[in-house]
């Protein structure tokens, strides 16, 4: 009888100590959660307008890049198509070498998205002078850059942007 007592007073205990722990972990593991969403809202009040900023930095790129707006800055400063050529690439290579760091802030999918279109600018550029002599003037590379633009159905840009724009809406 008294083994019975023995028993009854140890799993007793044992269900006291396990409920005691239970709790204990229990309430850690939430101690832990809201210290954890605590530091991440405090991230987020840091990341976010940083972020923000990255996505207005990146569609100032792409409209800077843009052919029309490129052409509208760059021309007057050639003297041939073959000096617009480089002097237009030479823009778009240092407006993406100022702004490669913002590809921290913002999607993989978003960055891809504006490399491409940068790309596809480059692209219609090196095109576009292959097509003309490098000495021609450079109005006529200016306006073989415009035909090419026109035969697209999307500007290179344009389709970038879409992107950003709809990630930024994403964010609020």
Same mark, same amino acid.
């Given at each position: 009888? +008294?083994?019975?007592?023995?028993?009854?007073?140890?799993?007793?205990?044992?269900?006291?100590?396990?409920?005691?722990?239970?709790?204990?972990?229990?309430?850690?593991?939430?101690?832990?959660?809201?210290?954890?969403? +605590?530091?991440?809202?405090? =991230?987020?009040?840091?990341? /976010?307008?940083?972020?923000?900023?990255? %996505?207005?930095?990146?569609?100032?790129?792409?409209?800077?890049?843009?052919?029309?707006?490129?052409? /509208?800055? /760059?021309?007057?400063?050639?003297?041939?198509?073959?000096?617009?050529?480089?002097?237009? /690439?030479?823009?778009?290579?240092?407006? %993406?070498?100022?702004?490669?760091?913002?590809?921290?802030?913002?999607?993989?999918?978003?960055?891809?998205?504006?490399?491409?279109?940068?790309?596809?600018?480059?692209?219609?550029?090196?095109?576009?002078?292959?097509?003309?002599?490098?000495?021609?003037?450079?109005?006529?590379?200016?306006?073989?850059?415009?035909? =090419?633009?026109?035969?697209?159905?999307?500007?290179?840009?344009? =389709?970038?942007?879409?992107?950003?724009?709809?990630?930024?809406?994403?964010?609020?």
């Amino acid at each position: 009888m +008294e083994y019975y007592i023995l028993l009854a007073i140890v799993i007793l205990g044992a269900a006291i100590i396990f409920g005691v722990y239970a709790t204990i972990t229990t309430l850690a593991d939430k101690f832990a959660d809201r210290q954890k969403w +605590e530091i991440r809202g405090k =991230h987020t009040g840091i990341t /976010l307008p940083l972020r923000l900023q990255a %996505y207005e930095r990146m569609c100032l790129f792409l409209e800077r890049i843009a052919p029309n707006n490129l052409l /509208l800055r /760059l021309v007057p400063s050639a003297m041939s198509a073959l000096e617009l050529q480089q002097i237009l /690439l030479q823009d778009i290579r240092e407006e %993406y070498n100022h702004n490669v760091a913002q590809q921290m802030y913002i999607s993989s999918n978003a960055w891809e998205q504006i490399t491409n279109a940068m790309n596809e600018t480059v692209a219609v550029i090196n095109q576009a002078a292959t097509e003309i002599p490098g000495e021609a003037p450079p109005a006529d590379l200016a306006k073989k850059i415009f035909s =090419h633009v026109i035969e697209k159905e999307v500007q290179p840009s344009a =389709h970038a942007l879409k992107v950003l724009k709809e990630e930024i809406r994403t964010l609020f």
